[in-house]
């Protein structure tokens, strides 16, 4: 198609600006792209992606290995600029109908169907080829942002220079966050899917990219404004499929997320070992327990007053749930599964074996606070 690649070969350059022009109007990505990249970059990618076209018409052939790496290599600085694969691929797609427009005016009908085949096979060995170079690149990236993101987490939380970290990782540091630690229970399996079903519940209840730290075991969230927590451990244990545990500190500015974390992290401890259920905790809804954990001969002297108990820790049990409900009769026989006439017996031989009366509020305080005892020590 010699012939034909001599016609089209003076049409390139307005073929160019056309293709330009169309991805600006139409591709939400290039139309906040400054006009001198625009003008510039774009439009000598276009251009050359174009000459590959022309090139084939000449040498009545399809892209060679040589042009694909080109072209791979292009994908690979497209991905690297941050360039979406969608963006690349429909300008790809706009600069084939831009040349076969041209072709169906230049190309003489004997040549139309051959000219066509040509853009197809064109299309046919450079999309896939530039859709896996992109993803590669991208992956490679997305990689190096998670890497430096993590080490800008350990900055904050370790009171550690993060600025020049917060640059590389194009994180605009807020003002204030809630240090969020996060847990579960019962050990999820698939640990990978576990992190990234977590990460993308954080990204999509805060509309942004959440800083955090994770494993399977769970992690710790730098959340910014004022969040809702409680609804966003409700949507993470709906996501994962596990229930949630989590505590919450705030840092007032950036300086006292270490505070924060060493907060949270001092309050998921108490939580964990008393068992408490799932949900949010800060340290308010801990500090009795907190003073009790202090060790000393007071704590031991505390949990004691439950050794009467040791042979029966089915009344313990029945003593837990029951101060866990805040002395509901009712919802304490539902959680043991048990008649309410069962639970009064059990709760009275509490008070015959340990010598303390749950009805009265002083020595009930004193039961409670030594079944806390016992569980911190």
Not at 282 to 298: I, M, T
């Amino acid at each position: 198609m010699l012939e034909l690649h001599a016609r089209m070969a003076p049409h390139v350059r307005d073929l160019t600006a056309a293709v330009v022009a169309r991805c600006r109007s139409e591709v939400p990505y290039y139309q906040d792209v400054p006009d001198d990249i625009l003008g510039e970059e774009v439009s000598r990618s276009v251009a050359a992606v174009l000459g590959l076209l022309l090139r084939a018409l000449r040498d009545d052939d399809v892209l060679d290995p040589g042009e694909l790496t080109e072209l791979i290599a292009w994908s690979a600085r497209r991905a690297e600029e941050r360039v979406p694969l969608e963006a690349v691929i429909t300008a790809y797609f706009v600069g084939a109908q831009e040349w076969w427009r041209a072709l169906a005016v230049t190309a003489e009908p004997a040549e139309l169907v051959e000219a066509g085949a040509n853009l197809l096979g064109c299309l046919r060995a450079a999309l896939p080829a530039v859709a896996i170079a992109h993803l590669q690149a991208h992956e490679d990236i997305r990689r190096d942002d998670r890497k430096v993101r993590r080490a800008l987490v350990r900055a904050l939380l370790s009171g550690q220079p993060h600025e020049t970290l917060a640059e590389a990782a194009r994180v605009t540091i807020a003002p204030a966050y809630e240090v969020v630690e996060v847990r579960f229970p019962q050990a999820p399996p698939a640990a990978r899917r576990t992190v990234r079903l977590l990460q993308s519940a954080l990204d999509a209840c805060t509309g942004t990219p959440v800083l955090t730290a994770l494993d399977h075991t769970g992690g710790v969230a730098l959340l910014s404004g004022t969040p809702d927590l409680p609804g966003l451990v409700t949507r993470i244990a709906e996501a994962i499929g596990r229930p949630v545990l989590a505590t919450a500190a705030r840092a007032a500015e950036p300086a006292l997320l270490p505070d924060a974390a060493d907060e949270a992290g001092r309050v998921m401890e108490i939580v964990q070992r008393l068992g408490r259920p799932t949900g949010v905790y800060r340290f308010d809804d801990v500090l009795v327990e907190y003073q009790l954990a202090r060790p000393g001969s007071g704590l031991v002297r505390l949990a004691a007053k439950l050794d009467p108990l040791n042979a029966h820790p089915y009344l313990i049990d029945t003593l837990r749930a029951f101060v866990n409900r805040g002395h509901n009769r009712r919802q304490t026989a539902q959680d043991l599964h048990i008649h309410r006439n069962t639970l009064d017996y059990r709760l009275h031989r509490v008070t015959a074996l340990t010598g303390l009366d749950l009805m009265v509020p002083a020595e009930a305080r004193m039961l409670a606070a030594a079944l806390t005892a016992r569980d911190l020590a």
